[in-house]
C-alpha cells in the first residue's frame, strides 16, 4: 500500500489496486468564493459615504457598503472548510490504521503553515523595527504564540495590525483547532 498526500493505493485481493482519493473539486468552488468574499471584504469601502459616485441615493450607498460588510462571511466559511478536510482527513486515517499519528499530523501542519506565516511576521517585524515605527513587543509576542485572535477583544491590536499582519488572526484560530482537535479525533467512538 503506497500513501500520497491526497491518494492512497488500495489493493485488492484479485482485482486491479482501485485509486481513493479525498480530493473533492467541488470544495475547490466553495474556496473560491471564501477567497473571493474576503477579497471583495478587504478591497471595498465599509462607509457609504465612499459610495458618492455609484449613486446619490442614500439608500444604495449603504446598501453598496453592507454589501462590501457582509464579504466578510467568507472567513466562517474558510475555517469550516478547514475543519472539514482536518476532520476528514483524521477520521479516514484512523478509519484506516485504528489510530491517528498526532506527531505526524503536527509535522504535516507545521510545514505546511509556518514558514510563510513566520516569514510573515519576521519581515513585518523587522521593516516596523527599523523602518516604519515600533508597534511593541506585546502584539509581536501574540502573533508569535499564534494567539493573536485574543489580540482583538483585549485591545492589544486594531483591526489592522502592524504593517497589515493584522489578518494573520485566523491563522491563530487555525492553530488552536490544531492543537485540540487530532486528541478529539483520537478518541474512540460507540459503534
Known amino acids: 500500500m503506497t500513501i500520497g498526500a491526497a491518494t492512497i493505493k488500495l489493493a485488492k ?3 486491479a489496486p482501485i485509486t481513493a482519493s479525498f480530493y473533492r473539486p467541488e470544495l475547490d468552488a466553495l474556496r473560491f468564493l471564501a477567497f473571493f468574499l474576503v477579497f471583495m471584504h478587504h478591497g471595498l469601502p465599509h462607509d457609504s459615504l ?3 459616485g ?3 441615493n442614500l439608500i444604495v450607498r449603504e446598501l453598496c457598503a453592507n454589501v462590501a460588510i457582509s464579504f466578510s462571511a467568507g472567513l466562517p466559511l474558510f475555517f469550516v472548510l478547514s475543519a472539514y478536510l482536518i476532520a476528514s482527513l483524521l477520521l479516514r486515517e484512523k478509519e484506516r490504521t485504528s489510530t491517528v499519528h498526532i506527531s505526524a499530523f503536527y509535522i504535516r501542519r507545521i510545514l505546511r503553515i509556518w514558514p ?3 516569514s510573515a511576521l519576521l519581515s513585518s517585524f523587522l521593516v516596523s523595527r527599523f523602518i516604519a515605527g515600533f508597534h511593541g513587543w506585546g502584539i509581536y509576542v501574540t502573533f508569535l504564540f499564534m494567539a493573536a485572535n485574543w489580540a482583538l477583544p483585549f485591545h492589544l491590536m486594531s483591526i489592522g ?3 497589515g499582519i493584522g489578518h494573520l488572526w485566523s491563522i491563530s484560530v487555525e492553530e488552536q483547532f490544531y492543537m485540540a482537535f487530532p486528541y478529539l479525533a483520537k ?3 460507540d459503534r
Open 50 to 52: 465612499k459610495y458618492s
Open 161 to 163: 495590525g502592524p504593517l
Open 116 to 118: 510563510l506565516y513566520f
Open 54 to 56: 455609484v449613486s446619490h
Open 187 to 189: 478518541v474512540p467512538r
Open 13 to 15: 485481493s484479485g482485482t
